[in-house]
């Protein structure tokens, strides 16, 4: 058990049901309520066999005893409440799986629990004014948002996904042939950077050369398929001198970014001129 903070913890064994969880929330507040008067008092140790204690004590001698009503009795020398009220309401706050086979329980009490509970009813009223639905149907309607933003991503991926096949297209008939490779250089958007890269990539006798301004900064990201044995990194590096950048990668792949904007025109010149001849 740890009770260091306002989200305490006790590890259950047993793998313990969420029923079993509620339950034991249940029995605690009627406990609780029940205002069951906690008091303290000292024993010999030859006498504790007279006490239903919960577990053994582990010191020897005089040995305090913590009695709440007639529910528990316990040898404990920590403080105490006054009475089991004191510690309304308690609240399950969640429980996970950890190590050992133990269930972990996290839980709040007493003023702690009601500062989370006056947390978390400030966000559930936001998300109630947000969304024009009481708090029973936010699930569901959370749950369709999810699906629609899904379904939304996946569109927007396909019209890249088409748009990054238009570009390589358009590019490729910009291409420059050298010997059996075709050079492909270009400035793109910078959400379109990627996706064209891997559209041009793919294809046979082609390395590409390609940059996007992102953010203030010259992106560079250059590739070529397996067909093509050249090292773009020497191509690189030319182009990293002329915008101040800095980056690396692959002979196959190779990518960096650099604060100069204005020279990106010419830091694709630049790694085409590194490129090799043939």
Not at 150 to 175: H, I, T
Not at 214 to 241: K, N
Request: overall charge negative; aromatic content about 4%.
């Amino acid at each position: 058990m740890s009770l260091r903070g306002p989200a305490c913890t006790l590890d259950l064994a047993g793998d313990p049901t969420e029923e079993d969880l509620r339950s034991a929330e249940h029995l605690a507040n009627t406990f609780a309520y029940a205002a069951l008067p906690i008091v303290s008092f000292e024993v010999d140790e030859r006498d504790l066999g007279d006490y239903a204690l919960r577990r053994p004590p582990k010191v020897r001698g005089r040995i305090r005893l913590v009695a709440m009503g007639a529910v528990e009795i316990a040898a404990c020398g920590g403080t105490h409440l006054a009475n089991t009220a004191e510690a309304l309401p308690v609240k399950l706050t969640g429980s996970e799986r950890v190590r050992g086979g133990l269930r972990r329980v996290t839980f709040r009490v007493g003023w702690e629990a009601f500062e989370d509970y006056g947390t978390k009813h400030a966000l559930a009223d936001r998300l109630v004014q947000r969304f024009s639905a009481p708090i029973p149907e936010l699930p569901g309607r959370v749950t369709r948002l999810q699906e629609e933003f899904s379904e939304a991503r996946a569109e927007l991926a396909a019209v890249r996904a088409r748009r990054a096949d238009e570009l390589a297209q358009r590019l490729l008939e910009r291409a420059e042939q050298r010997g059996e490779v075709r050079v492909v250089r270009g400035v793109v958007e910078d959400a379109m950077l990627e996706l064209a890269l891997e559209a041009l990539a793919g294809r046979e006798g082609v390395a590409v050369l390609l940059a996007s301004r992102s953010e203030g900064h010259v992106r560079l990201a250059f590739a070529h398929g397996p067909s093509v044995s050249w090292d773009l990194r020497p191509a690189l590096q030319a182009a990293l001198a002329v915008v101040d950048g800095r980056g690396g990668g692959r002979p196959e792949r190779a990518q960096g970014a650099g604060p100069r904007l204005e020279a990106i025109d010419a830091a694709l010149h630049a790694a085409g001129t590194a490129l090799p001849d043939a």
